[in-house]
């Protein structure tokens, strides 16, 4: 994938600070992710590696700098009138998965995948019923459509989560630490329905996760966050057998 191919990238990242009070927690991350990009993002807690993620979603907004979501392009600082509309026109274009689920426990798992598409209008109700129907079935949920949350398991509340996140058709998925609050036993489940995004659908993918194995296997570029700032990135077989800085080796010798 050519990096002079501007036509193809989906979300750009320039120049982003982020500060919380007194505490700048993003020092000026630079970043281009491509269209079936996978890009998994690791460092230590504090790095600043969620925030990042966080302020491409506009969850958070960037102090200064700029994002740029499938054509549009924000800048940091105040939210305006216009700006909030911008926000919403952006948001469209993204799909984001927690690390906690926050589906809707008094909706069905259905319910909760079919309400943004619902809600935004796009489709009729038999339409956005059948694609959630079918985002279920690729998910592995389909028998699970008339049931509520809390009778799943955390893995299929997370599948339910990912399905939610697919059902507005974005151009690009964020997933933030998706496994971090699931049971071992669990977290392979949702690791193959990502891979799986991957491989068949080609989505747009930026993860930010400590799973080596996941990044070896799907990933395209990694990129290691190191106080606030992107210390090194590239391919994962280059970046996990011979990083460059040693606080990126002392880092993957703590989590492989």
Do not use: W, Y
């Not at 191919?5 to 970043?31: A, N, T, W, Y």
């Not at 993002?41 to 499938?70: H, M, Q, W, Y």
């Not at 109700?125 to 694609?131: F, L, P, V, W």
């Not at 290691?224 to 280059?238: A, D």
């Amino acid at each position: 994938m050519s990096s002079d191919d501007v036509s193809d990238v989906v979300v750009r990242i320039e120049d982003l600070h982020k500060s919380f009070g007194q505490l700048e927690v993003v020092k000026g991350v630079d970043m281009d992710v491509h269209r079936g990009e996978v890009v998994v993002i690791f460092g230590r807690s504090g790095s600043g590696k969620s925030t990042v993620l966080r302020c491409v979603n506009f969850i958070e907004d960037p102090t200064s700098g700029s994002i740029e979501v499938a054509g549009i392009r924000l800048e940091g600082g105040h939210r305006t009138k216009r700006k909030r509309e911008q926000i919403r026109q952006l948001r469209v274009h993204v799909g984001m998965v927690f690390q906690q689920f926050n589906l809707f426990p008094n909706m069905t798992v259905l319910d909760n995948v079919t309400c943004a598409p619902r809600c935004a209008g796009k489709g009729s109700d038999a339409e956005i019923t059948k694609r959630g129907q079918e985002l279920l079935e690729r998910v592995g949920l389909a028998d699970k459509a008339g049931e509520h949350p809390i009778r799943l398991s955390g893995g299929q509340q997370q599948r339910v989560a990912i399905a939610r996140a697919l059902a507005m058709e974005p151009d690009v998925m964020l997933f933030d630490e998706p496994t971090s609050a699931l049971d071992p036993e669990l977290t392979g489940e949702v690791l193959s329905v990502m891979k799986t995004l991957s491989t068949e659908m080609h989505m747009t993918m930026m993860v930010v996760t400590h799973e080596m194995g996941f990044a070896r296997e799907v990933a395209d570029r990694m990129a290691f966050f190191h106080e606030g700032r992107i210390l090194e990135e590239g391919p994962p077989q280059q970046l996990i057998s011979s990083p460059a800085h040693p606080e990126t080796r002392a880092f993957l010798d703590a989590v492989l």
